[in-house]
Structures are given as C-alpha cells and as structure tokens.
C-alpha cells in the first residue's frame, strides 16, 4: 500500500518504491503502460479495479516496471493529454462494471523523464461484489497476496453474504460506542446532558482491518476542549477532557488503531433563564461537532493513505424533554425520544453537503425544519 495521501504522491514517492524494493501485493499493483483501447485490454483493466474494490481497496501504479513482483524502474507512460487518458479509463468504469463503483481517484504523476505516472486509488467496496459486464460479460474478481483471481460459486456466496452483513456490522460499531459514551467498559461516562456520538470508518475496514499507527501526537481530539489528556488503549488512542469530580467528562475522541474514530460530546444542558429553567439543546454545538469530528478523522486518516469512501453514523441520547431555542428566541417542540440514530451515510468525500442529511435529522428531532440556506455550524 502507498501510504501518502494521494493528492500528494510524486516521483519521489514512486521511486522510493523502488529504492525500498516494495513488492505487488494485495493492495499494490505494478502495470508497465496504461490499459489499451482494445476488448482485452478493456476486461483486463476493470478486472484488475474491480479485484481491489472486491477485496480491500489499494493502488494501481502505471508507468512503472517490475521485476520478478518488485518495483523495478519508473519509465512512466506517454500521452499528449493526461486528462483525456484519465477520462478514457473513468468512461470504461461508468459504462464496464456494476454496481457502479464510488470513490475510486486518480493523481497523474509527471517525471522528469518527460512522461507521467498514473496512480489509482480504488477503495475497498461495501457494494461488492461488482462484475466485469464490458460487451455483456459477468465475471467477478477478487484479489490475494498473488493477484486477482477469478472468484468461484464458494467465493461469490462468501461475497453476497458478506455484503449483506457490513452495514449491521458497522451498526453494531456504533451501538458500542453509544453504550462507551454512557460508561461501558470506559474509564468515565459522559455528563448527564444531551450528547452526540460520532462515529467514522473508512468502507475498507470492513473488508480487512487494517492498522495504522496512531499516537497521541496524530490522535483526533474532541471538540469544545480546554485542557485536555490523552491515554493508550487496546483499542487506540483516547484523548478526552477534564474529568469532573463525579467521574465524567464533556468530551472525547477515540482513535481506533483499525483506522476508524468514535467521538461522543454534550449538545445541550439545563440553564436558569428570569428563575426559570430551562432544558435546552444547541443546534450550533451539535453541528460543529459533527463537522469537527468527520473532518479530522479523514484528515488523520489521509497520513496512512486511507482516502475513503466513509461510512457515518451519527446518534443523541439524553436530549429527550429538550428543546432548541432558535435565534429569534422561538422554543421548539420537546424531542421525545431518549435515544435517536440520526442515521448512516455512505459518502465519498466529507463535507458540509455530504453531512447535511444528518443536520436535517437532528432539527427534526425537535419538530422542525433545518432553514434552506443556513450554513451548516452557523450560530444563527
């Protein structure tokens, strides 16, 4: 695997493949030209993305030679126009493979030479099994140590049956953080006051775990922080805030070593208002959170070369008998569920639109319609 973010790959990145005698494997593929614009060439080429994707993801390297499996020289490839090689190859996975695939990137190379090199990153698929359909075909692939192979009647019951079962296994990922954040097998609980819980796994995790090396200095830390402190764990890297004398914090994110984050933060609390008291949730607080929390995580993730897609599970407990004061002092209905999914997303990229559906959520909770227009994580 080449760990650099993609967007950051160049020739020095490429021949230190060489220089360290890196090996094709199951997620790393040498190919010596770009694939051609004949039948063959074209079934080779998506059989060869469609492996990765049907496996855990990895990278395709064109331009470079190898050697008995070895990285062996950058030669590179030749073409007038980079982008239009890149679209050819993008047309031939919109139109060659189903399910369509998602998240797949590119990063063109140029070498001193004069040529390029074309990297591929295709990312480990919660859709899989995808087939080869070019011309009508339907063949499947998978990937080992070895290549790809072809995958057999065993293997493509294994496949259907797996991707069934991913999304409850990530479901469960959360229920479990969900029940960390209440105090569960954790050295605190969170305050008793509406919190959310966020949790972020890149789709390949769910392939084959991988582990990335996560430290307290590249941990992803929780929002609304003061001091704050960080502890290792089995699972990770548990950076929190101020534990209060009852044993609980406001705040914290867990770095998993297997390459995903659960976070859980207060969203809301009881304030006196005139003598009055009132049980309120913040709208702006739970937004920033979850803005917060997303994007670190893919931003820490991208050190180990994990681009996505990702997979987003969002949860509130606590807030029931709360409301959301708007900021024309408007109090909302009381949300009346104690525990709430606010759903899951499946997103190439993380941004604001890609989190919209979970801000919707939320303001529903409450009996109301997030405003069109309101950018998301704005006070008012």
Do not use: C
């Not at 390949?204 to 704050?228: Q, S």
């Amino acid at each position: 695997m080449i760990e650099q973010p993609i967007d950051t790959i160049d020739e020095t990145v490429l021949q230190g493949l060489i220089e360290n005698q890196v090996s094709e494997s199951r997620d790393l593929d040498f190919k010596r030209e770009l694939p051609g614009g004949g039948d063959e060439a074209t079934r080779e080429f998506l059989a060869d993305v469609t492996a990765f994707a049907n496996a855990q993801g990895g990278n395709i390297v064109f331009g470079m030679d190898e050697e008995n499996g070895l990285a062996a020289r950058l030669t590179g490839v030749e073409t007038d126009d980079p982008d239009a090689a890149i679209l050819r190859l993008e047309g031939k996975l919109q139109t060659g493979v189903e399910p369509r695939l998602i998240g797949v990137r590119s990063k063109w190379v140029p070498l001193a030479n004069g040529r390029g090199a074309l990297v591929l990153r295709i990312p480990g698929s919660l859709n899989a099994p995808h087939r080869v359909t070019y011309k009508g075909g339907a063949r499947f692939f998978g990937r080992n140590s070895r290549g790809k192979y072809e995958l057999d009647v065993h293997d493509l019951r294994h496949a259907f049956t797996q991707s069934v079962q991913l999304p409850q296994q990530f479901r469960q990922l959360h229920a479990e953080a969900v029940a960390g954040a209440q105090g569960l097998d954790m050295p605190f609980a969170i305050e008793q006051a509406p919190t959310a819980v966020v949790s972020v796994a890149p789709l390949g995790l769910f392939r084959e775990e991988r582990r990335v090396a996560v430290t307290r200095e590249n941990a992803v830390v929780p929002v609304r922080l003061g001091a704050f402190s960080a502890m290792d764990t089995i699972e990770g890297v548990l950076v929190h805030a101020q534990v209060s004398e009852t044993g609980r914090v406001k705040s914290y994110a867990l770095s998993h070593r297997t390459g995903r984050t659960d976070s859980a933060f207060v969203i809301g609390g009881v304030r006196q208002n005139n003598g009055e008291e009132w049980r309120t949730v913040w709208p702006a607080t739970f937004e920033q959170g979850l803005q917060s929390m997303t994007n670190s995580t893919q931003m820490q993730m991208r050190q180990f070369g994990i681009e996505g897609p990702w997979v987003i599970m969002v949860s509130v407990f606590g807030a029931k008998g709360f409301r959301m004061i708007l900021g024309d002092g408007y109090p909302t209905n009381l949300a009346f569920r104690a525990n709430v999914l606010l759903g899951q997303l499946i997103v190439d990229r993380i941004d604001n639109d890609a989190l919209m559906p979970i801000a919707n959520a939320f303001w529903l909770m409450f009996g109301v319609h997030r405003p069109e227009g309101r950018t998301l994580g704005a006070e008012r």
